[in-house]
């Protein structure tokens, strides 16, 4: 049974794969080396950042002076979302709540994680298959314990 306690700290993203619901296919959306955080606070929130491990720098270091393609493939190649999490340790149930979402869709949504811990990894994915790329797919996402940051 995991704990409420066992989530708490930083988990750097080692893996992120999805499942084609329909033919099995396994995909890396994020590529074979992602990069990602996930943060559980005592106080009760989340925030979840994960990318491509290889992303391409903006031409301009301006935050805002990027191309339309620019910002396209910024935005195909990142997921970012934050707010409160619930964790009901008698059913082992998780769930984000997303107070702030780079897709705004999700923003306001309460999703349920799969949760399990196994060592130094925690392991999540969605409880139900989403729609990724036009396919229902689950994903699988595994995260290795932070060491702390002192």
Avoid: C
Avoid at 22 to 42: C, F, R
Avoid at 43 to 64: H, N, P, T, V
Wanted: proline content about 5%; overall charge negative; charged content about 20%.
């Amino acid at each position: 049974m995991i704990t409420r306690e066992q989530l708490i700290g930083a988990w750097f993203l080692e893996s992120y794969t999805e499942t084609d619901v329909q033919s099995g296919e396994v995909s890396y959306p994020m590529g074979t080396n992602p990069a990602g955080l996930i943060l559980y606070t005592s106080d009760g929130y989340m925030s979840a950042q994960l990318s491509s491990g290889g992303r391409d720098r903006f031409k301009s270091d301006d935050l805002y002076g990027g191309s339309g393609e620019e910002y396209t493939a910024a935005g195909r190649s990142y997921i970012a979302y934050s707010g409160p999490f619930y964790f009901d340790e008698g059913r082992g149930r998780l769930e984000h709540e997303m107070f702030v979402s780079f897709f705004p869709n999700w923003r306001g949504q309460r999703q349920v994680r799969v949760v399990a811990i196994d060592g130094g990894r925690l392991h999540l994915g969605p409880e139900h298959p989403m729609p990724f790329n036009g396919r229902l797919k689950t994903a699988s996402l595994i995260w290795k314990r932070a060491a702390p940051n002192l």
